[in-house]
């Protein structure tokens, strides 16, 4: 039998909590997690889990996948909800890129928050955060960073929280 203490979710009168994996807002996307893959806009996509993000691309363009598997779907909106955001919105991330290296990005999921109805669906974009106003500029005029982006990548919630939109565009 192996000691030990195991504490998820726990807070302590000083405000300090300790989050299991369970509680934690990263989201960790294998090409394997996902399913029918692509692109809006002036993102190219290059299949297999890699895009192309295009010079002039703007953050109403994107990159998307879907969920695999209803498990991965319900991990992802957990994961969101745990970050203390709304599905309804889009929110700024840290995204770290198999190749892209680390970059913030755009991300939504669900029905209203990628503006097309799809509860399975997940939508991100590089932002260029050279860009002064990035964060409230109109999506159609902010940039997106270009570059090749493939998949494994890992998401963290970026601080301080940014919501980006009520949706997509």
């Given at each position: 039998?192996?000691?030990?203490?195991?504490?998820?979710?726990?807070?302590?009168?000083?405000?300090?909590?300790?989050l299991g994996d369970d509680a934690s807002p990263t989201v960790f996307i294998q090409p394997w997690y996902i399913t029918n893959e692509g692109q809006f806009g002036s993102v190219v996509s290059l299949g297999g889990g890699s895009w192309v993000v295009?010079?002039?691309?703007?953050?109403?363009?994107?990159?998307?996948?879907?969920?695999?598997?209803?498990?991965?779907?319900?991990?992802?909106?957990?994961?969101?909800?745990?970050?203390?955001?709304?599905?309804?919105?889009?929110y700024a991330w840290n995204a770290t890129w198999a190749t892209g290296g680390t970059?913030?990005?755009?991300?939504?999921?669900?029905?209203?928050?990628?503006?097309?109805?799809?509860?399975?669906?997940?939508?991100?974009?590089?932002?260029?955060?050279t860009i002064t106003?990035?964060?409230?500029?109109?999506?159609?005029s902010t940039l997106a960073k270009s570059g090749t982006?493939?998949?494994p990548v890992t998401f963290t919630p970026y601080v301080p929280t940014t919501q980006m939109t009520t949706n997509w565009t």
């Amino acid at each position: 039998m192996t000691a030990g203490i195991r504490i998820t979710g726990a807070t302590f009168t000083n405000g300090s909590t300790i989050l299991g994996d369970d509680a934690s807002p990263t989201v960790f996307i294998q090409p394997w997690y996902i399913t029918n893959e692509g692109q809006f806009g002036s993102v190219v996509s290059l299949g297999g889990g890699s895009w192309v993000v295009s010079p002039g691309a703007t953050i109403a363009d994107s990159i998307y996948f879907e969920a695999a598997a209803l498990v991965t779907l319900n991990e992802w909106y957990a994961k969101f909800s745990n970050a203390g955001f709304d599905s309804n919105y889009s929110y700024a991330w840290n995204a770290t890129w198999a190749t892209g290296g680390t970059t913030v990005v755009r991300m939504a999921i669900g029905t209203t928050g990628t503006n097309t109805g799809d509860p399975n669906l997940m939508k991100v974009i590089p932002i260029d955060t050279t860009i002064t106003g990035w964060e409230t500029n109109s999506v159609f005029s902010t940039l997106a960073k270009s570059g090749t982006y493939s998949l494994p990548v890992t998401f963290t919630p970026y601080v301080p929280t940014t919501q980006m939109t009520t949706n997509w565009t």
